[in-house]
């Protein structure tokens, strides 16, 4: 078995706000699991979300 090979877990913004938390392996049986506070999550991505739009506005 090569060791040296490594894999990239990947869940994306959206998928975290949908309610997914397991990334599988893509060759093997490991499995992680996010753990977060899925309301806190969304509050904060609305709350960067609104900042970015209020950064918008000052640049029109």
């Not at 078995?1 to 093997?28: H, K, R």
């Not at 996010?34 to 950064?55: M, N, P, Q, S």
């Amino acid at each position: 078995m090569d060791y040296n090979m490594f894999w990239i877990y990947v869940l994306t913004q959206e998928e975290l706000m949908a309610g997914e938390e397991v990334a599988t392996c893509p060759s093997c049986s490991l499995v992680v699991k996010v753990i977060y506070d899925l309301e806190k999550f969304k509050a904060e991505a609305e709350e960067l979300h609104t900042e970015e739009g209020d950064k918008e506005a000052v640049k029109a």
